[in-house]
């Protein structure tokens, strides 16, 4: 009787998952609303964009498979240069998704040091937790902090956004997403790079959840 009573829970949850699944696959993405990174505000507190925004190449875009994306530089009077980048992905169901800069840089001479996390404070009150390295490349030595962002939520942890977007993907029919990095050189210290990077990653914060909802 046990057997028999199991045996028929596990076949109704076998039929509800697969109707689950049959339903997102028919259903397809959720439209979401946002703003194109191209509008990303030029300025951003005492944050000003300095120069042209920088276009990839094609061999690059191929493997980035980004559906938008922006690289700007941003300068504050008298201050240190942070670098901005951002890529989004509408839908990750087609095997598009962002690239770790863990996995990126190192096949660009750069090498990866001093590995960490640094705390983003956002306007609310809370914060949240990004990843950080000091990268160098010859004699160019650059702070750089990044996570992953999309449906509300900033994670640092690349297998975590994993794990939420399948998650969300099911609640929510939502699978897009992004990756935002911040570098910043060192013109003084690490610990002053740092403070540059955060302050720039604080302020981005407040604006870029309409470009990345």
């Known amino acids: 009787m046990k057997s028999s009573l199991r045996f028929g829970l596990l076949l109704v949850l076998i039929l509800v998952v697969g109707i689950v699944v049959n339903a997102w696959s028919?259903?397809?993405?959720?439209h979401v609303e946002r703003k194109n990174l191209k509008d990303f505000p030029q300025s951003i507190g005492t944050w000003q964009k300095t120069g042209n925004d920088r276009i990839l190449d094609d061999e690059t875009m191929k493997v980035l498979r980004a559906n938008d994306y922006l690289l700007?530089?941003?300068?504050?009077?008298?201050?240190?240069?942070a670098n901005l980048y951002v890529g989004y992905y509408a839908t990750q169901r087609s095997g598009a998704t962002y690239h770790s800069p863990?996995?990126?840089?190192?096949?660009?001479?750069?090498?990866?040091?001093?590995?960490?996390?640094?705390?983003?404070?956002?306007?609310?009150?809370?914060?949240?937790?990004?990843?950080?390295?000091?990268?160098?490349?010859g004699e160019d030595k650059n702070l750089m902090i990044y996570w992953y962002q999309g449906r509300g939520r900033n994670v640092a942890s690349e297998y975590w956004g994993k794990v939420y977007t399948v998650l969300d993907s099911v609640r929510l029919r939502r699978s897009d997403g992004a990756m935002v990095r911040v570098i910043v050189p060192f013109t003084d210290s690490?610990?002053?790079?740092?403070?540059?990077?955060?302050?720039?990653?604080?302020?981005?914060?407040?604006?870029?959840?309409?470009?990345?909802?």
């Not at 028919?26 to 959720?30: D, F, Q, S, T, W």
């Not at 700007?72 to 240069?81: E, H, L, V, Y």
Request: aromatic share 10%; glycine share 8%.
């Open 190 to 213: 690490e610990a002053a790079a740092q403070q540059a990077a955060v302050e720039f990653a604080s302020a981005a914060s407040t604006v870029l959840p309409e470009y990345v909802p």
């Open 72 to 81: 700007r530089d941003f300068r504050k009077p008298a201050g240190p240069i």
């Open 26 to 30: 028919y259903l397809g993405e959720a």
């Open 102 to 137: 863990l996995n990126c840089l190192p096949g660009s001479g750069w090498t990866l040091s001093e590995p960490g996390k640094a705390t983003i404070p956002l306007a609310d009150g809370t914060s949240f937790i990004a990843n950080k390295y000091v990268i160098q490349n």
